[in-house]
C-alpha cells in the first residue's frame, strides 16, 4: 500500500494505492519486481511502462465478484492495445472491444475469437467495414452510411454480416470524465430515428444482434452510473418494443472511472452491483434471453500500470525547484493533463528509489523534456529530495498512457513498455 500523506491539513490527498509495496531498500515493487531491476532489465534504458498482471487479474476478480454473474464482461483495448496485455485479458474477459481496423488485428492475433469482438467507433473507412466482415468480428454500426459497404462486404465474402447499432441516448453519464452520450454527438445513431434505421435493417442481408449504448467515461459516482444504466435499460426495452425486434445482445456501455487526483475518491463497485443485480431481475421480464454486456478500458487496466523516468537535471529558478526527466507529455500525455482535463491536476507521483519513511520532502515541479511548458508531470508537489538519476514513478497510468500520447513529438525515444 502507499499512502499519500497530507502535508497541510486543508490540502486534499491522493486515495492509497492498494497494490503497491516498496522493499527495505524504499525502492518500489511493480509485480515484486523493484523499479531499479526492471530498469536494469533493460540496460538501463528509461522511460518504460510497466504494467503489473496480478493487479490487472485483480480488478477483473473484483468486477466478476460485484457484477452479476450473468453480465459479459468486455475489455475495450483502445485504452491499452499492448499485444501482451491484451494476451493476458482476452483469456479473463468474454469480449474484446475495438475501435480500429490495426485494434481488432491486435485482438485477433492475441487470443480473441472474432465473434467475441465488437468494432465501434466513427468514421469506420468502407476498407475498414470489409475486413471487419471478412474477419468475421461483430460491427457496432454508428452511422447509416455504414450499412450499405457491410451489406456489399457480406456478398463479397458470401457470409452474413453480424451487426449491432449504436444509439446516441437521450440522457449522458453526470459526472463523468468524458460525455460520449446524449445532445448532438458524432457518436451513434440519435434514439429518435433508430426505428426508422430498424426497419432498414430487416430488409438487408445481416444479423442483426442488438444495441449498444455507452453513455460517458471515468465516473466515479456510483449513483450516476446506476442512473445511466437504469436509463440505458428503458431506452433499450422501450425501442426493442416500438421495433418488434428482440436482442441477441445489449451492451450498457462502462463509465466506472478509477481515482487519479488528490480528493478523488474510488468508485464504490458493490453499490453499482448490488443495483444491477436487482436490476436484472427486472430486466429480464422484457429481456429474457439477451446477453448483457459491460466493456471496460480503464478500471480494468489504469491501475496496474506504472510509468517510470529518470531524472536529468535538477534546477533551480527564481525559488523553485524543477526536477528535469528523460519522460513527460510525449509519452504520458494524460498525466501532463493535456488529454480531457479542464483543469490540471497531479497524478499520484513519487520518487520510485527513494520510499524511505520520514525522508526529507521538498516542493518541486516535475517536468520532461519538451519545449513547451505544458510538459509537466507534477506541478508543486511534495516529493522525497530526489537527486539525478532519481526514478520518478508515475501511477494509475495502465490506461491512455503511451497509447494516448503524441510520441513523435521533440523526436524523443518511445517509451518502453512491459507487462510484468
Ligand atoms: C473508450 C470506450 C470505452 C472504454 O472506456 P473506459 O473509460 O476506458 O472504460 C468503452 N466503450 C466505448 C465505445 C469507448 O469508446
Redesign the pocket.
Known amino acids: 500500500m502507499i499512502e499519500f500523506g497530507p502535508v497541510s491539513s486543508n490540502l486534499p490527498v491522493h486515495a492509497p494505492l492498494p497494490y503497491f509495496q516498496v522493499n527495505a531498500d524504499g525502492h518500489l515493487l511493480i509485480g515484486g519486481q523493484s523499479v531499479v531491476d526492471i530498469a536494469r532489465r533493460f540496460g538501463d534504458d528509461t522511460p518504460f511502462y510497466a504494467y503489473d498482471r496480478q493487479v490487472i487479474q485483480d480488478r477483473i476478480a473484483a468486477l466478476r465478484a460485484a457484477l452479476p454473474s450473468e453480465i459479459h464482461l468486455?475489455y475495450?483495448i483502445?485504452?491499452n492495445p499492448m499485444p501482451d496485455v491484451v494476451r493476458f485479458v482476452a483469456p479473463f474477459v468474454d469480449g474484446i472491444?475495438v475501435?480500429s481496423a490495426k485494434e481488432m488485428v491486435t485482438a485477433i492475433e492475441n487470443g480473441a475469437e472474432p465473434q467475441h469482438i465488437s468494432f465501434?467507433?466513427p468514421g469506420k473507412t468502407d476498407a475498414e467495414l470489409d475486413h471487419a466482415v471478412r474477419s468475421g468480428v461483430v460491427i457496432?454500426v454508428e452511422s447509416e452510411r455504414e450499412l450499405a459497404p457491410i451489406v456489399a462486404a457480406g456478398q463479397k465474402y458470401k457470409t452474413r454480416p453480424q451487426i449491432t447499432v449504436?444509439i446516441n441516448p437521450d440522457f449522458e453519464l453526470k459526472g463523468s470524465?468524458?460525455r460520449?452520450g446524449g445532445g448532438a454527438k458524432q457518436?451513434g445513431i440519435d434514439a429518435e430515428i433508430i426505428p426508422d434505421i430498424l426497419q432498414k435493417i430487416k430488409t438487408m442481408e445481416v444479423d442483426f444482434l442488438g444495441f449498444?449504448i455507452?453513455s460517458g467515461?471515468?465516473c466515479l459516482n456510483a449513483a450516476a452510473i446506476i442512473d445511466a444504466q437504469d436509463k440505458t435499460f428503458e431506452l433499450a426495452i422501450r425501442l426493442a418494443k416500438e421495433s418488434g425486434i428482440t436482442l441477441k445482445t445489449l451492451n450498457i456501455?462502462?463509465?466506472?472511472?478509477v481515482p487519479y487526483f488528490p480528493g478523488d475518491t474510488p468508485l464504490d463497485l458493490s453499490k453499482v452491483g448490488e443495483h444491477l443485480t436487482r436490476k436484472m431481475v427486472e430486466v429480464r421480464r422484457d429481456l429474457p434471453e439477451t446477453e448483457i454486456i459491460m466493456?471496460?478500458?480503464?478500471?480494468?487496466?489504469?491501475e496496474s500500470g506504472v510509468y517510470v523516468c529518470r531524472v536529468i537535471d535538477r534546477k533551480f529558478s527564481r525559488g523553485h525547484i524543477f526536477l528535469i526527466t528523460n519522460g513527460g507529455l510525449h509519452h504520458h500525455l494524460s498525466a501532463s493533463g493535456n488529454f480531457g482535463q479542464l483543469i490540471r491536476k497531479n497524478f499520484p507521483v513519487i520518487i520510485g528509489n527513494r520510499m524511505i519513511e520520514g525522508r526529507e520532502t521538498e516542493l518541486v515541479n516535475v517536468v520532461g523534456p519538451l519545449c513547451t511548458p505544458l510538459d509537466i508531470l507534477a506541478d508543486k508537489m511534495h516529493l522525497p529530495k530526489a537527486e539525478i538519476g532519481d526514478y520518478v514513478v508515475v501511477f494509475q497510468s495502465g490506461?491512455?498512457g503511451l497509447t494516448a500520447s503524441p510520441i513523435h513529438f521533440l523526436s524523443h525515444p518511445v517509451a518502453r513498455e512491459v507487462l510484468v
Open positions: 468486455h475495450a483502445k485504452a472491444d475501435a465501434t467507433g457496432n449504436r470524465g468524458m460520449m457518436f449498444h455507452f467515461s471515468n456501455g462502462g463509465g466506472l472511472g466493456e471496460l478500458g480503464r478500471y480494468i487496466i489504469a490506461a491512455y
